[in-house]
């Protein structure tokens, strides 16, 4: 981005006051894919295309995943610029050089020999980088009994044939075989379910003996080494919702993290189940059995007699691209409606987090905590600490305002409805666009494991949208703005400069991870060729690492203190540029460098490296030299001024003078003083 770095004083975006201001340039922008740009390992002539092949822009629905190491996997389009037609294909990238093809449409199907395979642009990522999708195939033998399969890692390979339909489900009885493989499409936010042991989370249909459409969905785990086991089926009985009780139909609701936790939502049939008791939501610990979490009707654990889960279903895990609903712990946080004595519209949103050790708590409620009533969180996200994130509004699909960690155990609000836009003189944060523009659809905010947490926002005029960082620290950062001007820019290759323009609202998804790296798309160059891009922002810098880098007792930027040469988060460097004795650099020659190294330092912001009493000269022409007799300068021992013992940042080595208008005069004039005024109180 090249903008002047600016810092406004925003006073009424939280009780304590932020600072807010864009990110600059040192902070660190990297493209990974821009639309118009050769597709590596695709046919040449052929490019990424602006949209995703079926009338949406790229990343608009099918946003890539991002791991802790910057990688994304990026499910796009190509087109033939010397012809028609489109191709789609995945690949990894993390700006670092061009992105690696995975899977390209019409290539060979990996073991499948014969066969060729059209994988989906809906990838899912782990820790290694390896990928994960759903693949239709094509060729000889090919119907559409069994053209349906999951790829993904296998043992020693990073891209095997996990499972294809036709196959047989095992544990799900003789002669049922898998039917479509659901995988990931969700077109509102594919999520990413496998991890780094290559364990894979998929939905599928099932056909064959006894398969009805009472019982034909199911919910399955690999287990990273060329197996498969059931999780949950249709028609199975629930555990410990009585007799009769079963599991309906599956949805696209479900995590998995890296200990090989699966946390899912489900529909419930059978022996008294009506529309005000049939949503809930369970989990299956690793080695473990299922266990219910939530259902709809039942008691609300620490809510009091009669207080149950209300109304419809439980919105988990509301669309988060990271799978923040469930943390590595194996706690699950989800937002629910509650029911029953005392519970109206004004204090029946809430957040539970539901921990590994079974028991409960409320991480956020409406009415509670600083938010008011009517109010109430409507999605949540959970980091490895187990704090929450969360948007907020009136309702279940209005937003208006984004929560945090406070850091202390507690909550902050990072920005609501009317609050200043950074950077952008004289707009607020619009109605829904404290959140994002489609809210109940937008998996915001993402949270990571420092709290730091990121959204998008801004207003709903068509312009005024950007994406923004909250640091655990107290910091609100303008990552990228699009001011309807155009003057907010990346460049994606030197020389080549592209504005950033709308529709950056168009279902703006942004990704954090734990390396305080920011994943975005964008539109560029709205005018003229309406390209899309995929960018990385690096917020890693020394002075958010919770490291000491320059060594001078004092550490990253926080409030209200922390390390003086942070000016802001954003900032490369814990070395403050302005001031001598916490620059980086040995300014006086004498080879140390600022505080605390530097004698002639006495603290961070000491105007001088070389005071009179540690620059190695006699500059009163008196016995001896400096505080150490100039050891320090120039390695030469000698006598000591006694003016400078114990003080060698002392800017004056002469003996100062206590005659004349000193302090005896003081003395001196004031009893003159009072005896001149009672002579005239006498006359």
């Excluded at 990928?131 to 020693?156: C, M």
Aim: glycine letters at 16%.
């Amino acid at each position: 981005m090249r903008r002047d770095l600016r810092l406004v004083l925003v006073c009424s975006l939280v009780p304590l006051g932020w600072l807010a201001q864009a990110l600059p340039a040192e902070g660190g922008i990297r493209k990974i894919v821009v639309s118009g740009e050769p597709a590596p390992g695709a046919p040449a002539g052929w490019v990424f295309s602006p949209n995703d092949g079926f009338g949406h822009y790229a990343f608009e629905f099918n946003f890539p995943p991002l791991n802790g190491a910057g990688q994304a996997a990026i499910g796009a389009a190509v087109h033939n610029t010397a012809g028609s037609g489109f191709e789609g294909g995945i690949w990894i990238g993390d700006g670092t050089g061009p992105p690696a093809l995975v899977a390209l449409s019409n290539s060979p199907a990996p073991g499948l020999p014969g066969l060729g395979f059209n994988p989906s642009i809906y990838a899912g990522l782990n820790e290694l980088g390896e990928a994960v999708f759903p693949a239709g195939l094509e060729g000889f033998g090919v119907t559409t009994a069994n053209d349906s399969t999951l790829y993904g890692p296998s043992g020693s390979s990073p891209l095997a044939l996990l499972v294809r339909e036709g196959d047989p489900a095992p544990g799900a009885g003789a002669g049922v075989s898998y039917g479509e493989i659901s995988g990931f499409f969700d077109p509102v936010a594919p999520r990413n379910p496998v991890n780094g042991a290559g364990q894979v989370a998929f939905t599928a249909a099932l056909t064959g003996t006894g398969v009805t459409s009472s019982n034909d969905r199911s919910l399955w785990l690999t287990d990273g080494a060329g197996g498969v086991s059931l999780v949950a089926r249709e028609g199975d009985a629930a555990p410990g919702t009585g007799a009769g009780v079963v599991f309906g139909s599956f949805d696209f609701s479900y995590a998995l993290n890296e200990a090989g936790d699966v946390a899912f939502s489900a529909n419930l049939a059978g022996t008294g189940v009506t529309t005000s008791n049939d949503a809930s939501l369970w989990i299956r610990p690793a080695g473990g059995g299922l266990v219910l979490v939530a259902r709809q009707g039942a008691p609300a654990p620490g809510m009091g007699p009669g207080i149950v889960f209300g109304i419809s279903s439980f919105p988990f895990p509301n669309g988060t691209l990271n799978q923040n609903d469930l943390n590595e712990a194996g706690d699950l946080a989800f937002v629910a409606i509650l029911a029953g004595p005392g519970i109206t519209s004004s204090n029946d949103q809430i957040v539970f987090v539901r921990e590994a050790s079974g028991s409960f708590r409320v991480a956020a409620r409406e009415g509670e905590g600083g938010l008011d009533p009517g109010i109430g969180p409507v999605t949540v996200a959970l980091n490895d600490a187990g704090e929450v994130a969360f948007e907020a509004g009136p309702g279940q699909t209005l937003c208006s305002a984004v929560w945090g960690p406070d850091g202390s155990g507690g909550l902050r609000r990072i920005v609501e409805e009317g609050d200043p836009i950074p950077d952008l003189p004289g707009a607020v944060f619009e109605g829904n666009g404290a959140c994002g523009s489609l809210p109940s659809l937008v998996p915001e905010p993402s949270i990571n494991a420092h709290g730091d947490v990121a959204f998008s926002g801004g207003t709903l005029e068509g312009f005024g949208w950007g994406f923004f960082y909250a640091s655990a620290a107290g910091e609100l950062v303008t990552v990228v703005l699009d001011d309807g001007l155009g003057s907010d820019v990346i460049e994606v290759a030197p020389g080549d400069v592209r504005a950033v323009g709308y529709p950056l609202s168009m279902h703006p998804f942004a990704t954090l991870n734990d390396a305080r790296q920011l994943l975005f798309a964008t539109t560029l160059d709205p005018e003229t060729t309406a390209e899309r891009g995929l960018f990385l922002a690096e917020l890693y810098t020394d002075c958010v690492d919770g490291l000491d880098n320059d060594g001078d007792g004092a550490i990253d930027r926080v409030n209200p203190v922390g390390d003086p040469g942070c000016e802001s988060l954003a900032d490369p460097s814990e070395h403050a540029r302005r001031w001598v004795c916490d620059n980086g650099i040995d300014d006086d020659g004498d080879g140390f460098a600022d505080h605390p190294a530097d004698p002639g330092c006495n603290n961070l912001i000491a105007p001088r490296e070389n005071p009179q009493c540690q620059d190695g000269a006699n500059n009163d022409g008196q016995f001896g030299i400096d505080f150490d007799g100039g050891a320090s300068v120039t390695g030469v021992p000698g006598p000591a001024d006694p003016q400078c013992a114990g003080r060698p940042w002392w800017n004056q080595e002469a003996k100062s003078s206590t005659c004349g208008l000193g302090f005896e005069a003081v003395l001196l004039l004031l009893p003159i003083a009072w005896l001149r005024a009672r002579r005239r109180r006498g006359a």
